[in-house]
């Protein structure tokens, strides 16, 4: 494993760790909570932070966890079909979303290749916060999910 800069934030650090055994075990990482977060030199609740809010459905991951003395975490990344994954991530953006979250999924799937620099920027102009600024304030993050979804299933059905 890497030697992380002291620089990097906690979960940041947590992170990468945890992408370097996906990477080294061909995308499948069984995490016991309490022994990463000592071997990291942090609280348990960081581990989970950093699984929920990084290691999504819509960023390519499955998490399953087991309770218990011997319980673990299970983290997969998703090698499916692009255009699978993409209609996955359609299927869960729900109702609304905001400006930041449909930024960090485009990040996320620009990242694995899921689409390309272009379709990320286009897609990230068409749901900035700018774009909405002349829609009312609590019809934007329903509008964006609406115009997203469209976009995204285009893409799909252009691949």
């Given at each position: 494993?890497?030697?992380?800069?002291?620089?990097?934030?906690?979960?940041?650090?947590?992170?990468?760790?945890?992408?370097?055994?996906?990477?080294?075990?061909?995308?499948?990482?069984?995490?016991?909570?309490?022994?990463?977060?000592?071997?990291?030199?942090?609280?348990?609740?960081?581990?989970n932070?950093?699984?929920?809010?990084?290691?999504?459905?819509?960023?390519?991951?499955?998490?399953?966890?087991?309770?218990?003395?011997?319980?673990?975490?299970?983290?997969?990344?998703?090698?499916?079909?692009?255009?699978?994954?993409?209609?996955?991530v359609?299927?869960?953006?729900?109702?609304?979303?905001?400006?930041?979250?449909?930024s960090?999924?485009?990040?996320?799937?620009?990242?694995r290749?899921?689409?390309d620099?272009?379709?990320?920027?286009?897609?990230?102009?068409?749901?900035?916060d700018?774009?909405?600024?002349?829609?009312?304030?609590e019809?934007?993050?329903?509008?964006?999910?609406?115009i997203?979804?469209?976009?995204?299933?285009?893409?799909?059905?252009?691949?």
């Amino acid at each position: 494993m890497a030697v992380f800069p002291d620089s990097m934030k906690m979960s940041d650090i947590v992170a990468k760790y945890i992408i370097e055994m996906l990477d080294e075990k061909n995308g499948n990482a069984e995490i016991q909570r309490n022994e990463l977060a000592g071997l990291l030199g942090c609280v348990p609740s960081q581990i989970n932070y950093v699984i929920s809010s990084r290691f999504t459905p819509e960023q390519g991951y499955i998490v399953e966890s087991r309770r218990g003395g011997g319980g673990y975490i299970r983290i997969t990344r998703i090698t499916a079909d692009p255009r699978i994954t993409i209609m996955h991530v359609v299927n869960t953006i729900g109702d609304s979303i905001s400006a930041t979250v449909a930024s960090t999924i485009l990040e996320n799937m620009a990242q694995r290749n899921m689409i390309d620099s272009f379709e990320k920027k286009l897609l990230m102009s068409a749901l900035s916060d700018a774009a909405y600024k002349t829609v009312p304030q609590e019809c934007r993050d329903s509008l964006r999910a609406d115009i997203m979804k469209r976009m995204l299933a285009t893409i799909v059905a252009m691949q």
